[in-house]
């Protein structure tokens, strides 16, 4: 392999010695001919990130990545050749059954402690980042009055309190013309539930509704959901639901709605106005991790430093939480023997078949899961594309499962079970808990959510120089030679305790790019 500092030096990176492709560095590719400092030289054009054979493969041979089968050869391929997905069968999906349970037994990595970030402390003991004032709607036929509503809110009302950072609507596509009573329809509506009480929105909830939705508030948010907190911070009871509900005769025109939903704002945007941040402990962080535009270079720069991150914040006593069912159900293997007991690892079991018969009810498959912007960034597969996945979780004991929709409970490394969409992810991520979000992205994307911060890692140098203003963090330099993992690690886990608390915005707050909620509804629309 070529030096990695030297950037018009033909150059390939190779994951494992066992591996015999590795992926093209160099920015624009290479051209047939090029030379490599080992004498490899390249049979045919390889555009950057894609990959090019080691040694000669049969057809049929496998093909190596991660020191992974990623592939079989669909004919000879010589060495120097451009392998891709045109030219390489995909492997089956891993068996559910037979898997190594709980067999990973790492030695346990001393406590990272003295890591400190400015927060606001919830009455339930959690611990907020932002201090956002959330509008809960339980149907998609208010979003319009709702929006109005903000728009007057931010321009009239925040000015006068300048210790909330936003109101935000959680707007969806939710809530009526849904089979409200089928079995699944849990997972949409827990989830927007626990979006509601997400801790950046310090405990103040408030609802618009329309009135005859199937999703009524009471179904949304049950009495006892919102919990009262006690100076000993001992739940003693349900907080009443605020509702402004728009069919209600006391309305009448569309400013009597506006008027009544400002109103109801203000109480809450008083309360918050009176927190302050103070001094938590970095355990108090719930991280979701997400990668979205992936390319080949994800599983070389970029989720391994959010790994290494991740490694850090589990030190330090926070919360990940990593997901994306279809990025990593090829390594399930990998994750059932980290599991920190049996149960987890048979609740990783279970959430990857109830995935994969969700897949099969729609007759297609977990291919079904790359993009063309991935395969134009060099991953071939579904199965190369979850190798480079799942670093992203570093390397610690898993200690918990959620099911989609649920909020998390417990310290530790966690899989959130979520589709891989990137914004039903962070959607389902959002109701778990989190209250910090890191997205890494090779292709590109401008995702955001309006919620957390949003941090985003580049995994290319390329990248990062182009959308400057819009990547947190290169993790490109990795692959050019100029940073280890350990220190973009370390770099993100210093950039998360700064942008947790406030000293720092993301570009995605910056610009205010803010995706939309997109719940997760495997129920029947009817």
Excluded at 56 to 78: N, S
Excluded at 103 to 128: H, I
Excluded at 501 to 516: D, I, P, Q, V, Y
């Amino acid at each position: 392999m070529a030096d990695a500092n030297n950037s018009r030096a033909p150059l390939y990176i190779r994951i494992h010695a066992a591996d015999n492709v590795a992926i093209v560095a160099n920015d624009g590719g290479l051209k047939a001919g090029a030379t490599f400092s080992d004498g490899l030289v390249l049979v045919d054009n390889v555009p950057q990130g894609h990959k090019v054979a080691l040694a000669d493969l049969a057809e049929g041979e496998a093909i190596r990545r991660y020191d992974v089968v990623i592939g079989y050869a669909l004919k000879a391929l010589p060495r120097g050749s451009w392998v891709h997905e045109r030219v390489m069968r995909m492997p089956a999906a891993p068996e559910l059954d037979g898997l190594p349970i709980a067999t990973v037994k790492p030695p346990a990595l001393p406590p990272l402690e003295g890591y400190t970030f400015e927060g606001y402390r919830n009455a339930d003991g959690s611990v907020g980042s932002r201090n956002i004032l959330a509008i809960t709607q339980t149907v998609q036929c208010v979003a319009g009055v709702t929006d109005f509503a903000v728009q007057r809110i931010k321009a009239e009302l925040l000015p006068k309190y300048p210790n909330v950072d936003d109101v935000v609507a959680l707007a969806h596509s939710y809530g009526c013309g849904v089979a409200i009573d089928a079995p699944d329809a849990i997972v949409p509506i827990r989830t927007l539930r626990n979006i509601s009480l997400n801790p950046n929105f310090g405990g103040e909830v408030m609802v618009v509704s329309l009135g005859c939705e199937k999703l009524q508030p009471e179904r949304l948010l049950p009495p006892g959901s919102i919990p009262i907190v006690d100076k000993r911070g001992e739940v003693e009871g349900g907080a009443e639901l605020d509702v402004v509900c728009l069919q209600d005769d006391e309305h009448v025109g569309f400013m009597s709605m506006i008027d009544s939903v400002m109103r109801q704002a203000e109480t809450h945007l008083v309360r918050l106005n009176a927190r302050r941040r103070e001094t938590v402990p970095a355990s108090e962080l719930v991280v979701g991790v997400q990668c979205g535009g992936s390319d080949a270079f994800s599983g070389v720069t970029a989720n391994p430093a959010v790994g290494f991150c991740t490694d850090l914040l589990v030190r330090a006593g926070a919360t990940v939480m990593f997901s994306e069912t279809t990025e990593v159900r090829d390594g399930i293997d990998q994750l059932t023997s980290r599991a920190s007991t049996p149960e987890v690892a048979e609740a990783m079991i279970r959430e990857m078949a109830w995935y994969d018969a969700y897949l099969q009810k729609g007759r297609v498959d977990r291919s079904a899961n790359t993009t063309p912007g991935n395969k134009k960034g060099g991953l071939s597969n579904i199965v190369e594309k979850a190798m480079g996945s799942i670093v992203k979780s570093g390397s610690a004991p898993i200690t918990g499962v959620l099911s989609p929709g649920e909020k998390a409970t417990q310290k530790g490394l966690i899989y959130a079970a979520t589709p891989a969409s990137d914004f039903i992810c962070g959607t389902l991520q959002l109701a778990a808990g989190i209250n910090l979000h890191v997205f890494t992205t090779g292709r590109g994307t401008p995702y955001g959510l309006a919620e957390v911060p949003v941090i985003k890692v580049a995994t290319r140098s390329d990248l990062a120089r182009r959308w400057h203003d819009l990547m947190d963090v290169n993790a490109g330099r990795i692959a050019d030679g100029e940073a280890s993992i350990e220190d973009v690690g370390w770099e993100l886990f210093k950039l998360m305790l700064d942008v947790a608390s406030g000293r720092k915005k993301t570009w995605a707050e910056h610009w205010k790019l803010h995706n939309a909620l997109v719940l997760f509804n495997p129920a029947p629309v009817t």
